[in-house]
């Protein structure tokens, strides 16, 4: 039997084996992820019962994540940013980190002429 499990439980178990092994502190890493990703690195980071030092969302996705309980917060890591590029769209547009950056208005990126590519950027 296959166990399918999210991500980003993988992703806190290996950082958790990581600093069992070398003695490293979570407070001395920096989780990153974009889109969906984001939201599995706030899983990751909550994983490390929110010892990770600092957090980035890339634009974290908003279908399916408006009121999901796995979604990236603030409380997930001791510092969590988020970077705001297709906000209201495919990205989040309510602030869910520490400190929210919201670059050209969080919308209609330089240089794109469609939300993927906002998203993307």
Do not use: K, W
């Amino acid at each position: 039997m296959i166990l399918m499990t999210n991500p980003g439980v993988s992703v806190a178990a290996f950082l958790n084996r990581l600093s069992a092994a070398t003695g490293a502190s979570p407070s001395l890493y920096h989780v990153v992820g974009h889109s969906l990703g984001a939201h599995l690195a706030g899983v990751a980071a909550r994983g490390l019962r929110g010892q990770v030092g600092y957090l980035t969302g890339l634009d974290p996705a908003l279908p399916g994540f408006a009121s999901h309980p796995a979604r990236l917060t603030h409380t997930d890591a001791a510092y969590t940013e988020v970077i705001h590029t297709n906000a209201g769209f495919a990205g989040f547009l309510q602030p869910l980190g520490h400190v929210d950056f919201y670059p050209n208005g969080g919308v209609n990126m330089p240089g794109c002429r469609n939300h993927n590519c906002d998203h993307s950027r």
